[in-house]
């Protein structure tokens, strides 16, 4: 296991895919690396079912956190292409957090779930002694619908073309030029643009867009990892190739000046609100139109083959060992 950050696929395989307690036929999809949520049948309809952290960065405000937050915790049912439609949410808070701080947090987070239609079913919440920020409880997005709808990670097909949207690094960029300006030597104009990123942290509306338009072999979000690490991650599950051309994927502004102001390479940085989808070549159309129609960037950035691995610009790739960020905001952090 990684000191920090996600656990890779061998750790999964050897200490946890054999251990998950009763084997239930009602268990549609189950746990499987590089794959976000798992699927319960109930009756006719499917269940499908994601947990996450939840992270609340004060500096953020906490208003603003709270949004940045939800938005995350949605975004892995909402890649099952099912629309979210419930959430359980658990906070281990802080003693330090003030009942104002919590009841701004919390107006977002209700603020949120109502546009996009979820209810808050059930939750814990509390004060305790040893908790800090960000790491303050986690959440389960539940999302109901026709079990043949769903939309898996692990679904992509050989002939698919792939699309991605926003491209690399939008969560690491605007995170860290609205936590440390002032420790990113770029002009006051581009360093505004690259806050402006933390809006791009929105996966749900998207999915959604892409799912609704026409058929959708997979989707994945790209945190952890970054753009490369949710390619192979995509590739493995699916037991296929991805060949991606570098110059197709968009980028948006200030992405590029960020990364190379902090020295973080930007195919290998957390961003949350990017997607990879596979989608069959006679409805790739339709879905890029579905996602500029909402003012998403959307490049046809590659293709699914037969093989195994990711072919980036024609070279073959190694998985990320880890997330490009994480020494970043370590660094950033000791200087702030």
């Not at 061998?10 to 268990?27: K, N, Y």
């Not at 303050?136 to 999302?143: F, S």
């Not at 902090?262 to 596979?278: E, K």
Request: glycine share 10%; proline share 7%.
């Amino acid at each position: 296991m990684p000191d920090t950050g996600k656990i890779d696929r061998e750790f999964f395989a050897a200490r946890i895919a054999t251990r998950l307690g009763a084997s239930r036929e009602d268990v549609r999809k189950g746990p499987a690396h590089g794959v976000d949520f798992g699927v319960v049948d109930v009756g006719d309809r499917a269940l499908a079912v994601a947990t996450d952290p939840v992270s609340i960065l004060p500096a953020l405000g906490f208003e603003r956190a709270g949004l940045f937050a939800v938005r995350i915790v949605l975004a892995d049912v909402a890649i099952s292409g099912l629309a979210p439609s419930h959430l359980s949410i658990s906070f281990s808070l802080p003693p330090e957090m003030t009942d104002e701080e919590f009841e701004a947090v919390w107006g977002a987070i209700n603020e949120e779930c109502r546009d996009l239609g979820v209810s808050v079913v059930t939750g814990h919440t509390a004060r305790y002694e040893g908790c800090s920020f960000p790491w303050v409880g986690a959440a389960t997005a539940l999302a109901v619908g026709d079990p043949d709808n769903i939309v898996y990670p692990d679904g992509a097909q050989p002939g698919d073309r792939l699309l991605i949207t926003k491209g690399p690094a939008v969560e690491s960029t605007g995170l860290f030029a609205s936590l440390f300006p002032e420790q990113i030597d770029l002009p006051a104009e581009i360093l505004a643009t690259a806050q402006e990123r933390l809006g791009d942290v929105e996966t749900t509306r998207d999915a959604m867009a892409a799912a609704s338009a026409g058929a959708v072999s997979a989707m994945h979000d790209a945190t952890e990892g970054g753009v490369l690490g949710a390619l192979h991650e995509m590739a493995a599950s699916a037991g296929v190739r991805i060949a991606v051309d570098s110059e197709a994927v968009p980028f948006q502004p200030a992405v590029r000046e960020t990364c190379e102001a902090l020295s973080m390479n930007p195919w290998r940085a957390t961003t949350s609100g990017t997607l990879l989808i596979a989608v069959p070549p006679d409805d790739v159309d339709a879905v890029v139109d579905a996602l500029e129609s909402r003012g998403t960037p959307v490049g046809v950035a590659g293709r699914i083959e037969a093989g195994e691995g990711v072919v980036l610009d024609g070279e073959a790739t190694d998985p990320p060992a880890g997330d490009a960020s994480w020494p970043v905001y370590e660094r950033l952090l000791d200087g702030a």
